[in-house]
């Protein structure tokens, strides 16, 4: 009976670090979307921005510094615990939020989306590996997916930045403000409320610790590359669809700034959580059966993304290109929620973080590299076919290389 109980209780424990974090990725992803839905209203005001070369450079620069302290954001969370990491991101985070609606020229900007990117950088790699470390293998993919539902719904959000924007009382400078304020009380909360997962807790330091050993096996290690890759190559396209997609959909079909954020990203990420929950439940059922059942549903995801990019880039409607914008969705959802899974399957837990924070390095730096790129080819007036074309080829090495990874066997133990 003891053991029921306490079998019950761990299980409302897992679930409640889920819906702590729920608030915390939502407003992880909020300014992101905010900042891309209110493209217009922010290079009106802030005059110097000047070209579409600088805004992507500005989106960019936030991924590079994002992406380059992601692994040192994992191997914090390792050594020192992925609660303290988390309640310190979001503080951080939100007073920068917060500065956001401060900025008058181009080069404050610029720098305090820097300051975003170092502040927001230790979250994901935190927030997965808790819930990695909270649940087992088979509700793992679930609760990953139901923490990434947040993140959909922080960009949907965003997306109607465009109305705030465009409204005389609200303007978008109080927008960030907002959002920073709420992060910030919400911060003292979950440092009371959260718990890190008892297994961790009793883990001896030196086992959880991340180090340089720990950076040299993951690197070696072609099961992990192999993700790595995969983690990147999608997230190419992914990447240009928040970011730029409000400013392609108001230039194409002639749509106002408020309607152009939410037709870009409301319906797929409606999708997108949809994608989550579906692909985890699936992963979560199919991996009782085969180690590699994640990486089979994830490879699903993937593909569907094929034909979304090839149908947005060529959409000669509003309608078409929204309709496949929610073929991403569905796709991106069910590619989500499985990377971390399929990550426990290849590193140790007291390396979880530390390898997430590795992918991002490299999923996210690729990322700025693709905003840039796509701005400069803006300006030289590239088709979006001809862009949208080569990231659907991108997705289809990607689906080849996910089939190629082997994770291990999960044991009875994990599920």
Known sequence: MGGLFSSRAMWR??????????????????????????KFSVMQDIADIGSEANWGLMLGQFKWVYAFLSPLGGWVADRFGRKRTIVAS???????????????????????RTAMGFSEAFYIPAALALISDHHAA??????????????YAGVMLGGFGGYAADAPAIGWRTAFHAAGVAGLAYALPLALLLREAPAREEMPTAARAGSLGVIRDLLTSVPFLLLMACFTLPALAAWVVRDWMPAILKQQFGIGQGAAGV???????IAALGGAMLGGW????????????????????IALLVPALYGVGNAGSLGMAVAFLILFGLGWGIFD???????????????????YGLMNLVSISCGGVADLGFGRMRDAQVPLNVIFTAFAAIAVLAVLLMLCIRPRAETLAQR
């Open 263 to 269: 037709s870009a990203s409301l319906y797929w990420n």
């Open 13 to 38: 424990t897992a679930w409640l670090a889920v819906l702590l974090l729920w608030p915390v990725a939502l407003l992880n992803y909020l300014d992101r979307q905010m900042m891309a839905s209110m």
């Open 90 to 112: 979001l503080a951080a985070w939100s007073a920068v939020t917060w500065l956001t609606g401060e900025a008058t020229t181009y080069r404050e900007l610029l720098w305090i």
């Open 282 to 301: 699936i992963a979560d059922r199919w991996s009782r059966f085969t180690p590699r059942g994640r990486t089979f549903a994830s490879a699903i995801g």
């Open 337 to 355: 929620c499985n990377n971390m899974p399929i990550l426990c399957q290849i590193a140790a837990p007291g390396a979880r973080a530390t390898g």
């Open 138 to 151: 088979a509700t793992r993919s679930r609760a990953v997916g139901v923490h990434q539902m947040a993140i």
